[in-house]
């Protein structure tokens, strides 16, 4: 689905990313872990396509095409979607309407016919339970006034709602409490699927006791030092980021 | 993805689309402003000689006066010797009695801004709207007038009423802008040419939306509306007024003046929807709005909202005031502005407390981009009987680039210890994080744009008749159109 090739990404000046290599296929579920500052958000960002990054070298192609010549909306389009580490508040915009707008723009540049408000708040209502969104957080304005849990939970809920190929949650379970993880946990595992791929950026390894991975990288220094099964993020949790540098 | 800069770079370029000319012959008074010509403007209209002497003395007490220089805005002051004070589409003398007399060119300038002057077109719609449309210095069709009459409503031309219920406008004329209030207001008091009136006799629900549509279109003339709106006890109005003139190269005056007086437990909402061509990307040509709106809440339990949306205009100057005399009155403000290239705008409000438990709202939203400058001005006055009187007052202003300002002057006077008064202010940039998340959720920049500007402005939209509210949204996009790089 998607081949990161010798990514090298700077910003301001400061090199982040040095060679990533990376390769994703649909139906799997990648971790990436990784201390502070090793680029684990600048790699989603890239991603996406957020202002503000300078690709130095290196190619991303996603479904055959090449996703840094795209713009961040073509790539929604396209089924990139990311669950913000820290979702921006806007205020007076209905979350509901900014999600029909999307949904919508998608479909339109998929040839297809708009949805009708009717249709869409079905669907809507149905993803919402999904990660148990009570429905008043729909017509309220975009993340103001959400709890920190509340905002991660809306986040999952749009993407349940956008069904995008492939998902980046950029520290998704930060700043959650138990109850809320496993929530937001089982409505990621509903969405699993096997056309889609799921990339989590976590610190923890708490969060895959909840969502399995099938591959756990660890990214330090701006590439991807070492990569296993589940059984790594454990014997990262044991032994600390140093032991991987050491163990290459 | 643009960054500020280019959506600002774009912004600059936007398109004004009621900017055409319509070639109608004029009957227009040369250049030059002097007693004969306020003579020849109340002669033309067949005034009676009360009204002529009070012309003369806003005049003579214009002629004392100093262009005001306080507003934050800078501007070539206007040469009042060079701009023509009447200009009317032949044969204009009065109102037209039917659309068929209506000149087609006038009706096809009306359908070209949007403005339909047949009735049966608003036949499948749900509500109805009557129309006055003033097309410089003159009303050229007033719709829906007999449908009104039988409800006891008149909504005609301020000329016509002059002939037809005079007693009406010799008394209220005036009572709550008087002649020499200001410079502006004097000299719209001397020269004033047409305008709408507006007369809800008591216990009656205006059976329809009113609205006004002024047109400025012959060259070097000047804009000097007056309208004049009285709601009697118990009655209830909404009114919305809009604007629009040709792209022209030469600064062109508007001076109007708005006086509305409710009666006891009257309601009146008055709504501007404000797009006066605003000059060039260079600041080269627009409007001069300089206008003086005010209600007097005469009555007890009287209320009166204010809502604009101001787009348009080189320069405005305009502080839509409420004299809360009444006890219990309410007065609210709801504004709108936004401000591109070298557009300037002084605006905000006045409320003045004068009756026990009054209460007034304001809540204002500033957009800015390009060059533009904007200054919210507003005075909250709790005056010694004023027992228990509240204000609430909220402004927020959003930038858009970084060569554009927000102002606040809040001016507060309290002379009346059990009166409470809240103020909130805000300044935020529109946020490349903002921009980027809706993009990430499938919107293309300029509808991000749109849609962030539009939640900004939702608090005052909400307050404007549904005919409206979506005239202002595709107001709005019209003005931030092209903001994508």
Known sequence: MIEIKDLHVSVEGKKILKGLNLTINAGEVHAIMGPNGAGKSTLSNVIAGRDGYEITGGSITYKGDDLLEMSPEERAWAGVFLAFQYPVEIPGVNNTYLLKAGVNAKRKHQGLEELDAFDFMKTVKEKAALVELDPSFLSRSVNEGFSGGEKKRNEIFQMAVLEPSLALLDETDSGLDIDALRIVAGGVNKLRSPDRAIVMITHYQRLLDYIEPDFVHVLADGVIQKTGDKSLALELEEHGYDWVKENK | MATNEEIQKDLEKREYDAGFTTDIESDTLPPGLNEDVIRHISAKKNEPQWLLDWRLEAYRHWLTMEEPTWAAVDYTPTDYQSISYYSAPKPADSGPDSL????????????????????????????????????????????????????????????????????????????????????????????????????????????????????????NTGQFERTLIIADEGSHVSYLEGCTAPMRDENQLHAAVVELVALDDAEIKYATVQNWYPGDENGVGGIYNFVTKRADCRGDRSKVSWTQVETGSAITWKYPSCILRGDDSVGKFFSVAVTTNCQQADTGTKMIHLGKNTKSTIISKGISAGRAQQSYRGLVRMGKNAENARNFTQCDSLLLGDKCGAHTFPYVEVKNATATLEHEATTSKIGEDQLFYCQQRGLSEEDAVNMIVNGFCKDVFDELPMEFAVEANRLMEVSLEGSVG
Do not use: W
């Open chain 2, 100 to 219: 068929d007399e209506v000149d087609p060119k006038l009706l096809e300038t009306y359908d070209k801004l949007g403005i339909p002057l047949r009735e049966q077109e608003f036949l499948a719609g749900v509500k109805n709207i009557a129309v006055d449309a003033v097309f410089d210095s003159v009303s050229v069709a007033t719709t829906f007038k007999g449908k009104l009459k039988d409800a006891g409503v008149i909504f005609c031309p301020i000329s016509e009423a002059v002939h037809d219920y005079p007693e009406l406008v010799q008394k209220y004329l005036g009572s709550v802008v008087p002649q020499g209030d200001n410079f502006f207001a004097a000299l719209n008091s001397a020269v004033f040419t047409d305008g709408s009136f507006v007369y809800i006799p008591k216990g009656v629900r205006c059976p329809m939306e009113l609205s006004t549509y002024f047109r400025i279109n012959a060259l």
